[in-house]
T-cell receptor
Framework: DSGVTQTPKHLITATGQRVTLRCSPR?????VYWYQQSLDQGLQFLIQ???????AKGNILERFSAQQFPDLHSELNLSSLELGDSALYFC?????????????????FGPGTRLLVL | GQSLEQPSEVTAVEGAIVQINCTYQ??????LSWYQQHDGGAPTFLSY????GLEETGRFSSFLSRSDSYGYLLLQELQMKDSASYFC??????????FGKGTTLSVSS
């Protein structure tokens, strides 16, 4: 158990709909990352938040957005869903940004949310 | 652009040693991490190299050569439970991991 929690575990929805995925980082971790894993694309970085502020963006579609709240939990919002958005969505957390040793930068992954768009 | 290359599949038998190579081309390189992922599960951290050389953690070792943009994960005394996907990932300073596409390791008896 990494200490990172994600809800829901599974989500089935229809094209055009909007869903919200939730992540609670490990206690004390300030940095949250969202990744998408699909069969043909591997693990793709979507977006990173650090202590409530957006820190970095990866291959995140404009239909997707995220935020990190004062209690450090994060939500990933996916809208106008398409069949191709079906994937595993992982949240990861780390204690801090680079500048410390590798322990502080190790990313711990949650169990993921499996999204199926029909 | 940024890219990481690793073999897509490796097979081995119990008790054997296997090496999974990773070459990378990225900007802002800070270190190389290795993650293990069992089918449908979360990636879990295995090792991290920031400096050239070998890091050993039990049956697993990881190596980095920054000048060659190359690293590998060495798994010794393979067990059936080691069957999983293994990802190399580049740590870029202060930001997310860039993952390779993963190597599926199948261990047979």
């Amino acid at each position: 158990d990494s200490g990172v929690t994600q809800t829901p575990k599974h989500l089935i929805t229809a094209t055009g709909q909007r869903v919200t995925l939730r992540c609670s980082p490990r206690s004390g971790d300030l940095s949250v990352y969202w990744y998408q894993q699909s069969l043909d694309q591997g693990l793709q970085f979507l977006i990173q938040y650090y202590n409530g502020e957006e820190r970095a963006k990866g291959n995140i579609l404009e239909r997707f957005s995220a935020q990190q709240f004062p209690d450090l939990h994060s939500e990933l919002n996916l809208s106008s869903l398409e069949l191709g958005d079906s994937a595993l969505y992982f949240c990861a957390s780390s204690a801090r940004l680079a500048g410390g040793g590798p322990k502080e930068e190790t990313q711990y992954f949650g169990p993921g949310t499996r999204l199926l768009v029909l | 652009g940024q890219s990481l290359e690793q073999p897509s599949e490796v097979t081995a038998v119990e008790g054997a040693i296997v090496q999974i190579n990773c070459t990378y081309q990225t900007s802002g390189f800070y270190g190389l991490s290795w993650y293990q992922q069992h089918d449908g599960g979360a990636p879990t951290f295995l090792s991290y190299n920031a400096l050239d050389g070998l890091e050993e953690t039990g049956r697993f070792s990881s190596f980095l050569s920054r000048s060659d943009s190359y690293g590998y994960l060495l798994l010794q005394e393979l067990q059936m439970k080691d069957s999983a996907s293994y990802f190399c990932a580049v740590n870029q300073a202060g930001t997310a991991l860039i993952f390779g596409k993963g190597t599926t390791l199948s261990v047979s008896s």
